[in-house]
T-cell receptor, first 112, second 112 residues
Framework: DGGITQSPKYLFRKEGQNVTLSCEQN?????MYWYRQDPGQGLRLIYY???????QKGDIAEGYSVSREKKESFPLTVTSAQKNPTAFYLC???????????FGPGTRLTVL | KNEVEQSPQNLTAQEGEFITINCSYS?????LHWLQQHPGGGIVSLFM???GKKKHGRLIATINIQEKHSSLHITASHPRDSAVYIC??????????????FGKGTKLSVKP
């Protein structure tokens, strides 16, 4: 089955540690996205990538980093510089930026 | 500032009722999306539209470009429709050009 996978579903880390969230898709999509969701707020764009080896900052990129070495994979690293990292993180992909986005199941990160 | 407003924030209905969720936005858009988020967090794309009306099963989405307004209707609602419904738009202009801007969502609960 084609789709997007994110792992793990729940992740706990100590304050000050970097953590990497996985996102893999087998839809052959060029564009991939990372969003953050906080209670009572809409999703906000962290980073996006339109093609392999290229990515752009979204609205709230500070404290995060990404890579896009393969078409299928777009991992997100939450660094210790991110002041409030506890949130629900969603990865998405689309054929290109103007088309429908398909979302992964999300990873809930809790920093203790 | 490009904004997306949804109403109502919360909605409780009895099974079988006709439901309407509204979305308003501030400036010209290239597309509007309706998404469904279940309690586990996963998001499913319901519709992407730039004009007129689309229908899928019991779901109907309409958009009025002149009034900058869209509605999502659910006919013959069922408890399995209980979810958060999210409106997202891709603006033509501004700092978020091309990126999706999300509403805060409407939490729907359908009682049997």
């Amino acid at each position: 089955d084609g789709g997007i996978t994110q792992s793990p579903k729940y992740l706990f880390r100590k304050e000050g540690q970097n953590v990497t969230l996985s996102c893999e898709q087998n839809l052959n999509h060029d564009a991939m996205y990372w969003y953050r969701q906080d209670p009572g707020q809409g999703l906000r764009l962290i980073y996006y990538s339109q093609i392999v080896n290229d990515f752009q900052k979204g609205d709230i990129a500070e404290g995060y980093s990404v890579s896009r070495e393969k078409k299928e994979s777009f991992p997100l690293t939450v660094t210790s510089a991110q002041k409030n990292p506890t949130a629900f993180y969603l990865c998405a992909s689309s054929t290109d930026r103007v088309n429908e986005q398909f979302f992964g199941p999300g990873t809930r990160l809790t920093v203790l | 500032k490009n904004e997306v407003e949804q109403s109502p924030q919360n909605l409780t209905a009895q099974e079988g009722e006709f439901i309407t969720i509204n979305c308003s936005y501030s400036v010209g858009i290239s597309a509007l999306h309706w998404l469904q988020q279940h309690p586990g967090g996963g998001i499913v794309s319901l519709f992407m539209l730039s004009s007129g009306k689309k229908k899928h099963g019991r779901l109907i989405a309409t958009i009025n470009i002149q009034e900058k307004h869209s509605s999502l209707h659910i006919t013959a609602s069922h408890p399995r429709d209980s979810a958060v419904y999210i409106c997202a738009v891709a603006f033509h202009y501004g700092g978020s050009q091309g990126n999706l801007i999300f509403g805060k969502g409407t939490k729907l609960s359908v009682k049997p």
